[in-house]
């Protein structure tokens, strides 16, 4: 019974170590992938499936220093969202809304994932795709654009998920 107890602790820390491993490893890709294409460290461009939202300046962006991030709101005051920058050049930011069941996902420097304590949904940072866990869609992208001054603003939503979201609300959440 204790060896079973012991073997199941081991599992869990190899699988969060591989999930550490893994999100590191994937961050380090997507930094070769910028050196070969640096058309992509601009900010997030606008999609086809994107929904526009009033335009909100992104407080405290410009401190924000490579590999960490920082938590805002938007489109409204209660729709948590996370800007992370990546590298020198190059910001992502996300819907904090596990597309699982609802709970706020956040960010971990160490591993460079965003995690969701509810399940141990786990998810990339560079494009916020399921890598782990429960979850069945990607996170809800933030679309960025670089105003006058060099600040950051979100402008709108990246629809991917809005089928989900959309299904959440109506239960209740
Ligand atoms: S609510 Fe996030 S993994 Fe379940």
Known sequence: MQIKSHVETDQSELSNTTRRVFCTDLLLTSAGLLLAAPAATKAAAPQDSMVA???????????????????????????????????????????????????SVDFHPASRCLMCPCHRGTYDARMGHVMFGPPQRPLDEIVLEVRAGGHLWAVGKNSRNTEIITQNLKGGD
């Open 53 to 103: 939202y009033p335009p909100r300046k992104i407080e405290g962006a410009e401190t924000l220093l490579p590999g960490s991030s920082l938590y805002f709101n938007y489109p409204t005051r209660n729709d948590a969202a996370v800007l992370l920058r990546l590298s020198e050049s190059e910001y992502r930011a996300y819907s904090r809304r596990c597309s699982h069941a609802g709970c």
